[in-house]
């Protein structure tokens, strides 16, 4: 049975990334590693390392954006939490057949497969599947989303 490897990243939704970081940066020692918009889904995203741990911070553009509507309706704080699988594709799969609600599967050419399930199927917290591809498959993770996102 495909599983779970690791947690690869917590995403945090925000109102604003500038006004963020640096509490982030001085309370938890968190390391900025850069940041970049996704103009297709509204919302800018900023990476940061906190020990051996990739956090990420969520920032929508619009009012429309899934971040600015998460933050409606929930406020800031945890959107999702990335998980790396073995198997993507058997993962998926079994989650499916257990009844889990799964949307937004898409392969990244060369980069990873992805997936989002529900919080009604995962304990209230949105779960994204993830299996790196190609040479980010080996690569330290905090690496994989530096070369991954072009930072």
């Given at each position: 049975?495909a599983?779970?490897?690791?947690v690869?990243?917590?995403?945090?939704?925000?109102?604003s990334?500038?006004?963020?970081?640096?509490?982030?940066e001085?309370?938890?020692?968190?390391?900025y590693?850069?940041?970049?918009?996704?103009t297709?889904?509204?919302?800018?995203?900023?990476?940061?390392?906190?020990?051996?741990?990739?956090?990420?911070?969520?920032?929508?553009?619009t009012?429309e954006s899934?971040?600015t509507?998460?933050?409606?309706?929930?406020?800031?704080g945890?959107?999702h939490?990335?998980?790396?699988?073995?198997?993507?594709?058997?993962?998926?799969a079994?989650?499916?057949?257990l009844?889990?609600?799964?949307?937004?599967?898409?392969?990244?050419?060369?980069?990873?497969?992805?997936?989002?399930?529900?919080?009604?199927?995962?304990?209230g917290?949105?779960?994204?599947?993830?299996?790196?591809?190609?040479?980010?498959?080996d690569?330290?993770?905090?690496e994989?989303?530096?070369?991954?996102?072009?930072l």
């Open positions: 049975m599983g779970v490897k690791k690869d990243h917590i995403a945090i939704a925000v109102r990334i500038e006004a963020s970081k640096p509490l982030f001085s309370i938890y020692g968190a390391r590693l850069g940041q970049r918009e996704n297709d889904l509204e919302y800018i995203v900023a990476y940061f390392l906190m020990g051996e741990s990739l956090i990420t911070m969520l920032e929508g553009t009012p899934f971040v509507q998460h933050i409606e309706k929930r406020g800031e945890i959107q939490v990335g998980v790396e699988v073995d198997d993507f594709d058997a993962f998926v079994n989650a499916e057949s009844g889990a609600k799964v949307s937004g599967v898409r392969t990244i050419d060369g980069i990873r497969k992805e997936a989002l399930i529900s919080p009604r199927s995962a304990f917290i949105i779960l994204q599947p993830i299996e790196w591809l190609g040479e980010l498959k690569e330290p993770h905090h994989r989303i530096i070369k991954a996102g072009g």
